[in-house]
């Protein structure tokens, strides 16, 4: 039996999930980040909580949850696909808000100034002038985050979705003896898929903290 060619079948899914939910994550991440630093104290309260619920529960529970409660108690059927993207994106969209977050905060006082003296609205501030800044800085940190929620795609094959952990627990199941070649082989694929995300992390910590230094 080729195991590769098995775990293989799984790849597609695997990247299809890490590109959608990552996609999801970082709107989510941005549209939260900007909300904790919000004017309206019911704005930053509000994501704070979603924050902090997200952050502080399980990313397995919240899987089952979507996947096998709400067909239960709310009759609200999601594809496998669909459930694991919006899981994915929700939790780490989450842990990514903080990074936008605090690249905001990181933006000097005297840049928010600048802008009250050119007559410009709060909008126009956090658009034109302090998240220009902070993009540079929450880059490297986002550009992680999708690494781990990388990591976190191997769960869905708890929800029968058919990523590559899925067939690998497929071969295990037929053949224990597999085990160990399998899982070997599935911790080097995912490496693989992960590398491009390590490199450009690397490279855009290099490009911010030049950034930073020529400041």
Known sequence: MDIVQVLMRGLPTTISLLLTATALAFTI?????????????????????YVEFFRGTSLLIQLFWLYYVLP???GIRL????????????????????IVRSSILSVPKGQTEAGIALNMSSRQQMFRLILPQAFRTMIPGLTNNSIELLKGTSLVALITLQDMMYWGQNLRGAD???????FAILLVMYF???????????YFEKRASRGVAST
């Open 29 to 49: 991440a941005f549209i939260a980040g900007i909300s904790r630093v919000s004017k309206y104290k019911f704005v930053r309260v509000g994501t704070l909580i």
């Open 72 to 74: 239960e108690a709310f």
């Open 79 to 98: 594809d496998p696909f669909l459930a694991g993207v919006i899981t994915l994106g929700l939790n780490y969209g989450a842990y990514g808000s903080e």
């Open 176 to 182: 224990i003896s597999l085990a160990l070649p399998v």
């Open 192 to 202: 693989l898929v992960a590398l491009p995300l390590i490199l450009l992390s690397k």
